[in-house]
């Protein structure tokens, strides 16, 4: 632990502020400045460019499933890139086909379910969108009936969808919507956890002559990452799958941040405590299947759903290509033989109950599942407590103003629970707000 500053805040080394000025001359300010360059990593370890080393509890946003530098991982991908990194999809390649043939078993999903990939989650879930669009228009009073209103898609309050525009049109923030509008129309938004709500929007299908168009889809996620990492109840989750089922709709859940192992189960819809027992119809995925290769994607539950596409209906030039595939092989193969969907139950129980013992007064309380948690903050300081971590040796994000998340790799070790545990009991509960 000698490399890892102890007596922060400290100032940038020099190669880092050297780089910050490079970075933004000539990368546009989308991410706002970086907090650090980073240079290299191994295990749940990652060093900057100035050679200070940083406890990873983020995990590149749930991505790096493995962690850095799993020799498993830079075999399978040093490995395909000596055979072909891309064709196009005029062709398919053998870890194309075995690893949609692997997420529909993970899943769980039926005789007839197919996989469509992109290269992140915001596509994943825009081709969600774009198939239940599809799949509205066959419902009844929906275009291109005579006189037919348009179906609607209904998304929750404080969910997060991606920023593509059509993902962003399922995306509740304000602040990240409105430079936009108008987008993606007949998206509607309802009180996330809210039944009455919910049934609310349902009934206002043909009602009257100010009546709207049928329900075509409902899209959530079981945990709400962005919102503060919040599950959205079981209890609304069974309400919507049923209201699906008696109005004919879709439900898509977006497993894009709790997929791939990282509540303790493949997809959080398989955990009881979070979907009671729902299946849906769709859904979503990237983030962590393939350790850090920019992936995504989109299941659909059986034949009927998946036939709505069509040749030519959606695409993307590099969705499916074996490099990524072969990084999603070696991902998936990994998290099963060294048990880390077993383990991301046991350490996030570790590290919540670890949490909660924490003689700090400014750590309220805990919540999440497996290795996708947050503790709530006293005061609005979240910024100021993770740039006081990141100044002793640890990575945690502040996702909303009085919450920290975190979601390490899934390779994530008893003593490294520990050492984030020893960091945070240090955090001044004084600290300002932001």
């Given amino acids: 632990m000698s490399d890892i500053k102890t007596t922060g805040p400290e100032p940038l080394g020099a190669n880092d502020s050297k780089w910050l000025g490079s970075y933004k001359q000539v990368h546009m300010n989308v991410f706002g400045t970086p907090l650090r360059v980073m240079d290299h990593g191994e295990g749940t370890h990652i060093w900057d460019v100035d050679g200070n080393r940083y406890l990873d509890f983020l995990g590149g946003i749930a991505v790096n499933a493995l962690g850095y530098a799993h020799p498993k991982w830079v075999k399978a991908v040093a490995d395909q890139a ?20 692997k997420l529909v078993k993970l899943a769980g999903a039926p005789e007839g379910s197919h996989v469509y990939f992109g290269n992140s989650g915001a596509e994943g879930n825009e081709a969600a969108i774009k198939l239940a669009k599809l799949y509205g228009r066959t419902l009844p009073g929906a275009l291109p009936d005579i006189g037919g209103k ?6 929750m309050t404080h969910g997060f969808h991606g920023r593509t525009l059509g993902a962003l049109s399922a995306t509740w923030k304000p602040a990240v919507r409105k430079p936009f509008q108008p987008l993606v129309p007949a998206v509607e938004f309802v009180e996330a956890g809210n039944v009455h709500a919910l049934q609310r929007a349902f009934n ?11 329900v075509a889809a409902v899209i959530m996620e ?11 109840g079981a209890d ?8 699906c089922d008696r109005h004919h709709a879709l439900l898509i859940i977006d497993e894009v941040q709790t997929g791939i192992g990282r509540t303790g189960k493949w997809f959080a819809f398989q955990r009881e405590d979070l979907s009671g027992g729902v299946v849906p119809d769709a859904i979503t995925f990237a983030k962590g299947v393939a350790g850090g290769f920019p992936m995504g994607g989109l299941i659909a539950f059986g034949e009927k759903l998946s036939a709505l596409f069509t040749p030519g209906s959606h695409g993307s030039t590099f969705a499916g290509n074996p490099l990524g595939a072969a990084a999603g092989l070696a991902t998936l193969g990994v998290i099963e033989d060294e048990g880390l969907v077993e383990n991301a139950e046991a350490r996030g129980r570790q590290l919540r109950d670890g949490l909660a013992a924490l003689d700090n007064p ?6 999440g599942r497996g290795l996708l948690d947050a503790v709530e903050l006293a005061h609005p300081c979240a910024h100021a407590v993770a740039d006081w971590a990141l100044n002793h040796g640890l990575i945690v994000n502040a996702v909303a103003p009085n919450a920290l998340r975190f979601a390490p790799p899934l390779i994530v070790s008893e003593q490294d629970v520990d050492e984030c545990l020893s960091i945070l009991a240090g955090v001044p509960a004084d600290l300002p707000n932001d």
């Fill in 82 to 101: 000596a055979k072909v990194a891309h064709t196009s999809n005029y062709f398919a390649t053998e870890p194309q086909i075995e690893l949609a043939a």
């Fill in 150 to 155: 348009p179906a609607r898609i209904l998304a």
């Fill in 204 to 214: 206002e299908t043909g009602v009257g002559h100010y009546g709207k168009g049928p």
């Fill in 222 to 232: 079981m945990i709400q990452g962005e919102a503060g990492v919040v599950p959205i």
């Fill in 236 to 243: 609304f989750v069974k309400a919507a799958r049923e209201l």
């Fill in 362 to 367: 400014l750590f309220v309380s805990v919540r």
